[in-house]
T-cell receptor, first 110, second 114 residues
């Protein structure tokens, strides 16, 4: 059974820092991995999708990497801003459904 | 274009009542998913539709939960004899159903069972 773990569970940093959020999964037989952002009381916003044949994806200040063999993905956030404060979720797709981690709650203070 | 929409945004009901939650996917998306998110947890899969048929309903917790998608577009999640443990945010997502399979989520329905 696929299990997804995210470390750390919570993170509080000053504005301007570069951050790394970690995601690990137990079964390397995945199609894709997707990173989401969730603001309090809101739905999920897709940030990046990495297909299993890819090693990384970039969007603006965000960079996500995927190492299927070791069952790991990282989300790198450059030059963090208070507006980045949210919960970040990673999810893997084995067949069709997403299997989520419990998220990293990020707070960036001015 | 319009994203995934869900109604109602909030639903408060009493234990034992019946509720229906609606999801309107992105136009043209053939795949539709329902997830449930409890406080402090990641979403958990409930059911997946490809077109009108339920391709995978392995996440439905018991037979009180049922979902339909009669015309391959809008879907309704139905919960009978609600229990306090059903309280959660119910999220709907849709995708093109291709191998890319990027899923786009709606804002969710917050269900509270008193």
């Amino acid at each position: 059974k696929q299990e997804v773990t995210q470390i750390p569970a919570a993170l509080s940093v000053p504005e301007g820092e570069n951050l790394v959020l970690n995601c690990s999964f137990t079964d390397s037989a995945i199609y894709n991995l997707q990173w989401f952002r969730q603001d309090p009381g809101k739905g999920l916003t897709s940030l990046l999708l990495i297909q299993s044949s890819q090693r990384e994806q970039t969007s603006g200040r965000l960079n996500a990497s995927l190492d299927k063999s070791s069952g790991r993905s990282t989300l790198y956030i450059a030059a963090s801003q208070p507006g980045d404060s949210a919960t970040y979720l990673c999810a893997v797709i084995g067949t069709d459904k997403l299997i989520f981690g419990t998220g990293t709650r990020l707070q960036v203070f001015p | 274009g319009a994203g995934v929409s869900q109604t109602p945004s909030n639903k408060v009901t009493e234990k034992g009542k019946y509720v229906e939650l609606r999801c309107d996917p992105i136009s043209g998306h053939t795949a539709l998913y329902w997830y449930r998110q409890s406080l402090g947890q990641g979403p958990e899969f409930l059911i997946y539709f490809q077109g009108t048929g339920a391709a995978d309903d392995s996440g439905l917790p018991n037979d009180r939960f049922f979902a339909v998608r009669p015309e391959g577009s809008v879907s309704t999640l139905k919960i009978q004899r609600t229990e306090r443990g059903d309280s959660a945010v119910y999220l709907c997502a849709s995708s093109t159903g291709t191998s890319n399979n990027e899923q786009f989520f709606g804002p969710g329905t917050r269900l509270t069972v008193l």
